[in-house]
């Protein structure tokens, strides 16, 4: 099965910052990459689609790239609200499986 | 405006078996495959099962194949998740998540219901 790595597994950020967080799959599944985006004690919510796809109402700072094993997720001018941990998910192998990283967590200094 | 609204969580012993339900509103039901993700205390997301639209095709991960069972009421916008032979490390929020149009990502997803499997 595929494996996702994320890194770091957590940063501290000041507001204004720039974050990049890091997914690696264990072999190529081109775009089939999903980001999520999970607030305290709040359930997840889709953040980004097939590597670099923001839905509607997704704030344009956070941005999306990579293909085949290698995925950013960059959150440039870090707001108090992106106070969260990230998930990415590979959907290369859907509906027979899914696979998500460890995730990140974010915090504000 | 999609909501999935979980229940069906609670405290049950090792051994025994609880069914979950995921009532949706607000998409037409039956175009949609259906999944259920867990995520226990303090840790990552963990992706359970699928189910397709019409409800012919499951697909479960092989750390709960065998004990859960998906199923669907499209009749009555529900999802199913039937868990059995419940052990310690099933512990979880569950939560149920809609498929996007094809089937690649979770689009929407409910608040979650909480399963603790103790003695």
């Known amino acids: 099965d595929i494996q996702m790595t994320q890194s770091p597994s957590s940063l501290s950020a000041s507001v204004g910052d720039r974050v990049t967080i890091y997914c690696q799959a264990s072999?190529?599944?081109?775009?089939?990459l999903n980001w999520y985006q999970q607030k305290p004690g709040k359930a997840p919510q889709l953040l980004i689609h097939?590597?670099?796809t923001l839905p509607s109402g997704v704030p344009g700072r956070f941005r999306g790239s990579g293909s085949g094993t290698d995925f950013t997720l960059t959150i440039n001018n870090v707001q108090p609200e992106d106070v969260a941990t990230y998930f990415c998910?590979?959907?290369?192998?859907?509906?027979?499986?899914?696979?998500f990283g460890q995730g990140t967590r974010l915090e504000i200094k | 405006e999609v909501q999935l609204l979980e229940s069906g969580g609670g405290l049950i012993q090792p051994g025994g078996s609880l069914r979950l339900s995921c009532e949706a509103s607000?998409?037409?039901?039956?175009?949609?495959?259906m999944n259920w993700v867990r995520q226990a205390p303090g840790k990552g997301l963990e992706w359970v099962s699928y189910?397709?639209?019409?409800?012919?095709?499951?697909f479960y991960a092989e750390s709960v194949k065998g004990r859960f069972t998906i199923s669907r009421d499209n009749s009555k916008n529900t999802v199913f998740l039937q868990l059995s032979t419940l052990r310690a490390e099933d512990t979880a929020v569950f939560y149920c998540?809609?498929?996007?149009?094809?089937?690649?990502?979770?689009?929407?997803w409910g608040q979650g219901t909480l399963v603790t499997v103790s003695s």
């Open positions: 189910i397709s639209g019409s409800g012919s095709d499951t």
């Open positions: 998910q590979q959907s290369y192998t859907s509906p027979r499986v899914y696979t």
């Open positions: 097939a590597a670099s």
């Open positions: 072999e190529s599944i081109t775009t089939y």
């Open positions: 607000g998409f037409s039901f039956t175009n949609y495959a």
């Open positions: 998540a809609k498929a996007s149009n094809y089937g690649y990502s979770f689009d929407a």
